[in-house]
Structure formats: structure tokens, C-alpha cells
């Protein structure tokens, strides 16, 4: 499979986010949503489709894969809001391909630091940014839900050259 990794355009890829969110069982983005998120705070995100050759071998866009979106904090960091991956196409690598790509926009834009927050219940999201090389700071209590369920702190730091090196799948490739 060839996949293209392009930032988010509103409102253009509305539908394809939100078409994840509702297929992940979470709260689906609305157009708003992402206007406040991108605009008044400068958020930034990343959406990664399949890619197919039409009969002029030009690349079309197909299905959306996976999204993430982030938001600045303090002056130099970033927090992963939300991200999610189509289930058909988990555990193959994209959501690594992904991240590296993310990493290597918020470096270029003068980020030193991505942090993610998740649910102490989110086994998965924990192995995935384990596996991105994210380390648990901190245990958040009662962050989720009527305050029942933790939220767990990840923070990666970006100042080193080499992040993330070896992680992208060669099909996977940053949008200019």
C-alpha cells in the first residue's frame, strides 16, 4: 500500500476525520471544532491517506487512514490532542510512518518537546507511544471520565538529531 502524510486542510478533510473519529468510537470533530483548534490556537495536524494512480499516472488520494492533531504548550513544546488509525490498517507500521513525520514538522518548526496524555485504560495508546519512544512522567488522577479513570503523562523530547530515524516506512513520505 502507498500512503501520502499532507497537514490537515479545513474544511476539505472534515469528512475524513470525522469518519475516523466516529469508526474509533470517540467524539467526532466537527468543522468548529477544528476551526478554534487550528485558527485561535494555532493547532497543527497531520492526515495520511491511501494513494492510488489514475490513468495518467497522477496520485489520487483514496480512503483516509489515520489523522493526528496537536496544540502548542509553553513556548517551545506540543501536545497530541488526538490521533487515531483505521483499525483495517493498525499494527502495520503507519501510525510509526506517522509520528516520524509529525516529529520531524514540529522540529522543523522550532519544537523541542511533543507530550501526550492517555487513559490508564488505553493499553494500546500506551504500548504505541511506548513504542515511539515516549516516556511516562507523570499519573494524572481522575482526568478521564466522572474522574474514575487516570490519565497518563508521555513526554518525548525532540532536541536530538536522528529522532525517530529508522521508524518511517519508505512508502511513507512528507507532503510539500
Given at each position: 500500500?502507498?500512503?501520502?502524510?499532507?497537514?490537515i486542510?479545513?474544511?476539505?478533510?472534515l469528512?475524513?476525520?470525522?469518519?475516523?473519529?466516529?469508526?474509533?468510537?470517540?467524539?467526532?470533530?466537527?468543522?468548529?471544532?477544528?476551526?478554534?483548534?487550528?485558527?485561535?490556537?494555532r493547532?497543527?495536524?497531520?492526515?495520511?491517506?491511501?494513494?492510488?494512480?489514475?490513468?495518467?499516472?497522477?496520485?489520487?488520494e483514496?480512503?483516509?487512514l489515520?489523522?493526528?492533531?496537536?496544540?502548542?504548550?509553553?513556548?517551545?513544546?506540543?501536545r497530541?490532542?488526538?490521533?487515531?488509525?483505521?483499525?483495517?490498517?493498525?499494527?502495520?507500521?503507519?501510525?510509526?510512518?506517522?509520528?516520524?513525520?509529525?516529529?520531524?514538522?514540529?522540529?522543523?518548526?522550532?519544537?523541542?518537546?511533543?507530550?501526550?496524555?492517555?487513559?490508564?485504560?488505553?493499553?494500546?495508546?500506551?504500548?504505541f507511544?511506548?513504542?515511539?519512544?515516549?516516556?511516562?512522567?507523570?499519573?494524572?488522577?481522575?482526568?478521564?471520565?466522572?474522574?474514575?479513570?487516570?490519565?497518563?503523562?508521555?513526554?518525548?523530547?525532540?532536541q536530538?538529531?536522528?529522532?525517530?530515524?529508522?521508524?518511517?516506512?519508505?512508502?511513507?513520505?512528507?507532503?510539500?
Open positions: 500500500m502507498t500512503v501520502r502524510v499532507r497537514p486542510s479545513i474544511p476539505a478533510d469528512d475524513a476525520i470525522a469518519s475516523l473519529s466516529f469508526g474509533l468510537g470517540e467524539v467526532a470533530w466537527t468543522e468548529r471544532d477544528l476551526w478554534v483548534c487550528f485558527g485561535a490556537h493547532g497543527y495536524g497531520l492526515l495520511t491517506l491511501s494513494t492510488r494512480l489514475d490513468e495518467e499516472n497522477r496520485i489520487v483514496a480512503a483516509p489515520g489523522f493526528a492533531i496537536c496544540l502548542p504548550v509553553a513556548p517551545d513544546g506540543c497530541i490532542i488526538d490521533m487515531a488509525i483505521h483499525e483495517d490498517v493498525r499494527r502495520k507500521g503507519l501510525g510509526l510512518g506517522m509520528m516520524a513525520v509529525l516529529m520531524l514538522s514540529l522540529r522543523r518548526a522550532g519544537k523541542l518537546s511533543v507530550d501526550v496524555v492517555v487513559s490508564e485504560r488505553s493499553l494500546a495508546a500506551q504500548r507511544f511506548r513504542a515511539c519512544d515516549f516516556r511516562a512522567t507523570q499519573v494524572l488522577r481522575g482526568l478521564f471520565r466522572d474522574g474514575s479513570v487516570d490519565g497518563i503523562h508521555f513526554e518525548y523530547p525532540l536530538r538529531e536522528g529522532d525517530l530515524a529508522g521508524v518511517a516506512a519508505a512508502d511513507v513520505k512528507e507532503a510539500r
